[in-house]
């Protein structure tokens, strides 16, 4: 993925922040979206790669966020410290500015789940990485416009 362009666009109203979360899910993103719930975070990156890639509205940084944690946790399971801290780093300032939902992915849940991630990451420290308990790695809750509300 392209790190060069690292900034965010123009920070957005309340009311173009609330249209870009108020479309529908793109298939490449609940693809992505499955990949990184069936813990394949390397194949969840290429998925939501290709989605921010052809993305051209601000929602993309929304799915570059997801792609960041994605890359993260890959990191993260192949006991790269440096790796995985420095890519946590990162997907802060793409998904700090989205609301608690959005295009019905729970970013409230999902900010807490990777937030904790993070946070036992650095509780262990390089040399402690091999005690990371997995179970830790939550799925990402959403809905996507053909599921049906119960």
Not at 47 to 57: D, I, K, N, V
Not at 129 to 146: A, C, E
Request: hydrophobic share 35%; net charge negative.
């Amino acid at each position: 993925m392209d790190q060069d362009s690292s900034e965010i666009g123009p920070i957005l109203s309340q009311e173009e922040m609330f249209c870009a979360c108020s479309g529908r899910l793109p298939e490449l993103v609940i693809e992505g979206l499955e990949l990184f719930n069936a813990h394949e975070y390397f194949e969840a990156h290429e998925s939501l790669e290709m989605a921010w890639r052809q993305e051209p509205g601000p929602i993309r940084e929304l799915y570059r966020g997801i792609l960041q944690v994605s890359v993260a946790y890959y990191h993260l399971l192949r006991k790269n410290y440096a790796g995985a801290r420095k890519v946590f780093q990162r997907c802060h300032k793409w998904l700090e500015p989205f609301p608690d939902l959005c295009r019905g992915i729970d970013l409230a849940g999902f900010r807490e789940d990777y937030l904790r991630v993070e946070a036992e990451i650095i509780r262990l420290g390089q040399d402690g990485l091999g005690d990371f308990n997995p179970l830790l790695l939550k799925h990402i809750r959403y809905q996507s416009s053909t599921e049906k509300s119960s």
